[in-house]
Each structure stands twice: as structure tokens, then as C-alpha cells.
């Protein structure tokens, strides 16, 4: 398959995390909890953000305050706009985008509650950009329903995304439905959803399972050493 001129790859793409959540369902900050990933013990935003720049993404954290991951070396980018959700995020990850690069161009968003990332998925979403699309994300196949996080969004969108809180609209899936908006069907077992969580039971499911698959490649890679 040809590459079109709106095609992106991973490193003319920074992710932006968004991590200014309140966690009321989890009851402690979701960012800051302790998760084994692959052998490895550290925090769940530390483990995602070592995920995405491994795959080349410069990363951004965004959160309702500079200093709130300060404790883990993290300065992040500021919401600009206060207590207006994961839009008023997406708002500042555009415009700091827009800020470092005069001609705008693509970000990708997620939540800081995605337990594991598939480089796999980002490539699916820039597969899916046309010309003229602003925004691409998941859909459910079955259900058919958008899912706005993760997601691709040019800053393009950046008009209509200020316009939307300006009339007090939180709605990340209202950006989504634009018509400038494509997706891309993915199961819910084969998409990022299905490694999001909003409660500890939640977390303890999903580690468990990633615990599995953790204990199946290292037997796996055990079998391909070669004997002495």
C-alpha cells in the first residue's frame, strides 16, 4: 500500500495522557497505582508513558495542575480551561501542539487508565486518516458505538473543540461524530478498551490476565534459548 502525504508514523505523532481525573469510582488516583507490567513494578502512567516512547512517540501528560505527577519528575502541561473533563484536556494538547509546530498536525490522546498499549492500535487509527479527516477513533464492532479515547485528532479540530466548551459541553464523542470524524472497527477484546478500568476489581481482573499472558511469552522465550 502506497503512503499518502496525510499518513503519519509514530515519531511525527506525540501522545498526550491525559491524567487530570479525579478517580472517584477507583477511590485513589489511578496515575499513581502500582502495577506489574512484563516483570516490571511501577506506577500505571510511568508504565504507559515508558510504552508510548518506546514506540516513538514523544509524550505530554496533561492534568488540572502543573505539579500534580511532580513527585515522579513529571511537569505537566496545565488544562486551560478548568473542570471541563477530558475535552478541556484535549483543548490543551492541541494547543500546545499547535505551539510547537506552526503547521499544526496530528496527536494521539489517551487515558491514563490504559493498562497496556499495542503499538498495533496506533497504527490501525493512521491507516484509517483520509484527507480531511480531523479526528479518527475506535468503534465498537458489535455495538457500533465510538469510543474517543484513545484516538487520533489533527489540530485542525481545535476550532470546534474550543466552540464546544464555550457552551459548556464536555462531550469528547460529540468531537467524535463530526463528520470529519473516521473509525476504525476493532472487537471489544481486540481493542484498547478492553485494558481501561474504573475500579479496583477492575485492575485486579486486568492484571491477572496480563499476568497470564506475561507467564506464557517467558515460557515461550525459555523454549527458544539454546542449550549450552
Not at 6 to 19: K, S
Not at 90 to 110: D, F, I, K
Request: with cysteine; glycine share 6%.
Amino acid at each position: 500500500m502506497s503512503i499518502q502525504p496525510w499518513h503519519i508514523q509514530n515519531n511525527d505523532c506525540p501522545a498526550y495522557v491525559l491524567a487530570g481525573g479525579r478517580s472517584s469510582r477507583f477511590g485513589s488516583n489511578k496515575a499513581l497505582v502500582r502495577i506489574s507490567t512484563f516483570g516490571a513494578e511501577t506506577t500505571l502512567l510511568q508504565s504507559l508513558l515508558d510504552s508510548l516512547r518506546k514506540q516513538g512517540h514523544v509524550t505530554h501528560v496533561v492534568a488540572d495542575n502543573s505539579a500534580r505527577f511532580a513527585a515522579l519528575g513529571i511537569i505537566c502541561l496545565e488544562d486551560r480551561t478548568n473542570n471541563q473533563g477530558p475535552l478541556a484536556g484535549l483543548e490543551t494538547a492541541l494547543q500546545h501542539r499547535l505551539e510547537h509546530s506552526s503547521a499544526g498536525g496530528w496527536l494521539l490522546l489517551v487515558s491514563c487508565d490504559q493498562l497496556l498499549w499495542q503499538s498495533s492500535w496506533f497504527l490501525s487509527l493512521a491507516q484509517t486518516i483520509e484527507k480531511d479527516t480531523k479526528v479518527v477513533c475506535f468503534q465498537d464492532l458489535d455495538s457500533k458505538e465510538l469510543r474517543p479515547l484513545p484516538a487520533l485528532f489533527h489540530t485542525d479540530c481545535l476550532p470546534e473543540v474550543s466552540s464546544a466548551l464555550s457552551t459548556s459541553s464536555r462531550s469528547l464523542r460529540q468531537i467524535c461524530q463530526s463528520s470529519h470524524c473516521r473509525s476504525f472497527s476493532i472487537s471489544q477484546t481486540d481493542g484498547p478498551g478492553y485494558w481501561c478500568f474504573n475500579t479496583q476489581p477492575e485492575l485486579a481482573q486486568l492484571q491477572s490476565v496480563l499476568n497470564q499472558i506475561t507467564a506464557v511469552e517467558q515460557q515461550n522465550s525459555d523454549r527458544n534459548i539454546p542449550e549450552a
